[in-house]
């Protein structure tokens, strides 16, 4: 088994989908967070100035979505065939078509702004690429079980991470909560998700942080 060793700020962020990876196949690996003040030392000495960075059997690398594939790869996490893995990848790509409202949200000065832009973004923008994602979770046995197949996959964890943590954090609201409204089948996918034991663990001990 290779050693692994997960660096990030101390927060859920780009980083989160990693650890519900290996929480839920029992993988040993070192969360080491740190804090925003050290980032500008460590920051140089990074392959390309990001985090968050996988470190694997000593040797780093950046890039989340790359590691969140290579893990799920590793893990049995992809799919079984190349059709399967196909449609892992839409379903991650339509979670990741949230990403620049968030990224608005966040560059935003002024709380004013900020908050406008928020209120506008939960009530609409958003609620395209929810729909879409629901769209995708029907097409497998009318949404009553996972994105793909008959088991958990990198899709089903990359959509429970936007919607449970993302989503919320960027809203200033708590962890969970995010407004789903009508979206019945996807508000059901995301108790399912959450009630497997080893990720309801992890939640009941992660860390609590604003992000």
């Known amino acids: 088994m290779p050693?692994?060793?997960l660096t990030y700020f101390n927060g859920r962020g780009r980083a989160e989908v990693v650890r519900?990876?290996?929480?839920?196949?029992?993988?040993?690996?070192?969360?080491?967070?740190?804090?925003r003040e050290t980032w500008p030392e460590l920051k140089p000495k990074t392959p390309n100035g990001q985090l968050p960075l996988l470190?694997?059997?000593?040797?780093?690398?950046?890039?989340?979505?790359?590691?969140?594939?290579?893990?799920?790869?590793e893990n049995g996490l992809f799919g079984s065939?190349?059709?399967?893995?196909l449609e892992i990848d839409v379903v991650c790509e339509t979670a990741g078509d949230l990403w620049p409202g968030i990224c608005k949200i966040y560059d935003t000065q002024g709380d004013e702004e900020k908050n406008v832009l928020r209120?506008?973004?939960?009530?609409?923008?958003a609620m395209k690429?929810?729909?879409?994602?629901?769209?995708?979770l029907k097409r497998n046995k009318g949404g009553s079980g996972w994105f793909i197949g008959d088991k958990v996959t990198l899709a089903d964890i990359m959509v429970f991470n936007m919607i449970y943590d993302l989503l919320p954090s960027i809203l200033n609201i708590k962890e969970g909560e995010f407004d789903l409204k009508e979206h019945d089948v996807l508000k059901a996918f995301v108790e399912r998700f959450k009630a497997q034991e080893k990720i309801a663990d992890w939640i009941k001990r992660r860390p609590q942080t604003p992000f």
Do not use: C, W
């Open 3 to 5: 050693s692994y060793k």
């Open 55 to 73: 470190e694997i059997d000593g040797t780093e690398y950046p890039q989340s979505h790359a590691m969140y594939r290579y893990l799920a790869r």
């Open 81 to 85: 065939n190349s059709k399967e893995q």
């Open 20 to 35: 519900y990876m290996m929480e839920l196949k029992g993988i040993e690996y070192v969360d080491h967070r740190i804090q």
């Open 119 to 125: 209120k506008k973004f939960a009530e609409e923008g």
């Open 129 to 136: 690429h929810i729909s879409n994602l629901e769209k995708l």
